[in-house]
């Protein structure tokens, strides 16, 4: 048995507090799904501060996030062109009316996408990396901008598309770089400040069956289509949750869909529709693609809410968790001017690992590629996730929301838990 346990204000360390009295029970139950891998995204932003690092300290970062023996995050995200937390707002064509692309350039992503991702490689044997966009080029859209709009839904103007996306992959290949899986849109729902594109189910349905998969079957793209990333209806009253049958049901009521769309990615309201989608397609891949940001204040209680986020996820069928910021410099924006979490701080040449980074690494670093969630029953179930490994041994991620110890029962051992606290129990 191997115990590591986090309270705010004493992090990741070895703990033995056994009682001889039982507490609430926690008990395991059947294997559910397959887990593929934890990690977050790799923003401009990012490597903006780790840059801000001399070399040792930057080399720090690097091996806590990615190695095997730390965070081990091998499931990670980018962006195509700019999102919020691009140092300017950008994409690889802004050449008006360049349906064919002659002018496609992934220059920009040399500056600091690139460089990031390629140091998270030399420390993972194998990542899978997805990627989706947050808004098309802007003379795609109408109106032409990067913030806000939708595509122009004429024939001319999605085949660029398609080929402005296959050209993406193919640009990344040539970099030694390979994009697993394309989710189409980020935050489909959402008409925002940032960049953004509103889609509609039947626009992600239109797009797949007539335009995408057939460039990418004219082209050999082995890069794996994804719906995602799906938030909420948010585009007039910003409703609090996503509908299943506005984006899921309406993509995968269709044939050719089915055959090219290998997973659904959600992420913030899309978390009341996951539960949906799994019930219905069981055997599909589901991620939840982006954690929920905070404020930037990265306090103890938005880490149990993290927890509480995960938990939900996992048990509704994902297999993979992926957090937004992993680096920022202490009190950065976005280019929107919200100042949001991240699981590293910078500052003055220092790092910092805020609360969310301990809530990763009690699940990555414990968790590995290919174990399953576990069934977990029992009083304190809902504080518990629990996971076989491949080489079944189990993990059970546990917190102690309350500012008392809590004793837990599991298979007869009795554990004291720290108040407020998250523990990883290997046994």
């Known amino acids: 048995m191997k115990w590591i346990t986090s309270t705010e204000n004493n992090c990741w360390r070895s703990y033995d507090k056994i009682s001889d009295s039982a507490g609430s029970t926690i008990e395991f139950g059947e294997k559910l799904q397959s887990v593929d891998g934890f990690g977050g995204c790799f923003n401009e932003l990012g490597m903006i501060a780790l840059n801000k690092l001399n070399e040792k300290n930057r080399r720090e970062v690097f091996d806590e996030l990615f190695c095997e023996d730390k965070c081990n995050f091998n499931y990670n995200r980018m962006s195509v062109g700019a999102n919020d937390f691009s140092e300017i707002w950008y994409s690889y064509n802004e050449t008006d009316g360049d349906f064919d692309m002659k002018n496609f350039s992934i220059e920009r992503d ?14 993972v044997a194998s990542m899978t990396l997805f990627a989706s966009p947050w808004s098309p080029p802007t003379w795609l859209k109408f109106p032409k901008a990067n913030n806000y709009g939708t595509l122009v839904w004429e024939e001319k103007y999605l085949k660029a598309y398609a080929k402005y996306i296959r050209l993406f992959i193919e640009a990344y290949k040539k970099e030694g770089i390979k994009i697993n899986q394309f989710h189409i849109q980020n935050e489909p729902c959402s008409s925002q400040k940032f960049p953004s594109c509103i889609w509609t189910g039947e626009e992600f349905k239109d797009f797949i069956e007539n335009y995408l998969s057939y460039e990418f079957d004219n082209n050999n793209i082995d890069t794996e ?6 938030n909420g209806p948010e585009t007039d009253n910003r409703m609090l949750y996503t509908r299943y049958n506005n984006y899921a049901n309406i993509v995968l009521d269709s044939s050719r869909c089915r055959e090219y769309v290998k997973g659904v990615s959600y992420q913030w309201a899309g978390k009341f529709a996951v539960e949906q989608t799994h019930d219905a397609f069981p055997d599909l891949k589901l991620i939840q693609s982006e954690s929920e940001c905070g404020d930037g204040n990265n306090t103890w209680q938005f880490a149990m809410y993290i927890f509480e986020m995960i938990k939900h996820y996992f048990r509704n069928g994902v297999r993979a968790y992926i957090y937004w910021n992993m680096v920022l410099e202490e009190n950065a924006e976005s280019t929107w001017g919200w100042k949001q979490n991240s699981l590293i701080s910078v500052s003055d040449g220092k790092v910092k690992f805020n609360p969310e980074f301990y809530v990763m690494k009690h699940f990555s670093h414990f968790v590995k590629p290919n174990a399953h969630v576990i069934e977990v029953k029992g009083m ?3 504080n518990v996730l629990a996971f076989e490994n491949p080489d079944n041994s189990k993990a059970a991620v546990i917190m102690n929301p309350f500012d008392v110890e809590k004793t837990v029962t599991i298979e007869n051992t009795n ?6 606290s998250f523990n990883t129990i290997l046994l």
């Open 110 to 123: 040399h500056k600091y996408v690139i460089p990031y991702i390629r140091e998270a490689q030399k420390r």
């Open 225 to 230: 289509i994804w719906l995602g990333t799906i």
């Open 380 to 382: 304190w179930s809902p």
């Open 415 to 420: 554990y004291i838990l720290p108040a407020k």
